[in-house]
Each structure stands twice: as C-alpha cells, then as structure tokens.
C-alpha cells in the first residue's frame, strides 16, 4: 500500500512541477520543494532513527556535498527539461532513469550483469 501511495504522490509532484515550470521562476521552486523535503525527512528521522552523539568534519562534508551535487543539481536539471518538453515525452525519460543508472554502472564502473 505504501508503494501504491509513493507512486501516487510522485505522479502528483510531476504534473504539478510540469504545470509550475511555466508560471514560476525555477530557482524558488526549487527553494520551495528542497525546504519541505528537508523538513519533512528531518522529522521524520529524528522519530525513526537513532542519532550520533558527535560528527566528524569529513562526514558534514561528504553530507553538504551529496546534498548540493546529488539532489539539487538533479532537481534543477529536471525542472530546467520539463520546462521545454511536453509531460508526456518527460514521463518516458524519468521511467527511463534506473536503466540508464544500470547502463551507466556496467560501463563506468565494469559491474557485472546478473
């Protein structure tokens, strides 16, 4: 039911993102979306899971950076495709996403197939 729901939520966030691009700037719909995602996860981890006492340096570092690379690059790149091509062209590329992520690991990083 839970991967019903997620499907559900992210099919939402899509079609209103696609409708959004056109009418707002990208970078605050960017601001906007990364503040609820953080909140939201920030909640729900400090109920959820189990935080250490201290933190190093080099484990902030390597947080700040999957942050700003990982995800907010990616965001950006999507809201900047989705702003030029019809939903439904966008739809197929995203569907797409973890066979080119597969295709990616065999060819840079010599995974095998199973």
Known sequence: MALIIDCYCRSCL???????????AILPLICVQMLC?????LIISVFTESWPSSI???TLMWLIVSIVIATILRFVLQLVGQK?????????????EPVFTTLDDVIVYLEPMP
């Open 56 to 58: 190093s340096l080099i």
């Open 37 to 41: 995602i953080g909140t939201t996860s």
């Open 84 to 96: 030029y091509i019809p939903v439904s062209n966008a739809v197929i590329i995203m569907i797409l």
């Open 14 to 24: 899509f079609v209103f993102n696609s409708q959004l691009v056109h009418k707002i």
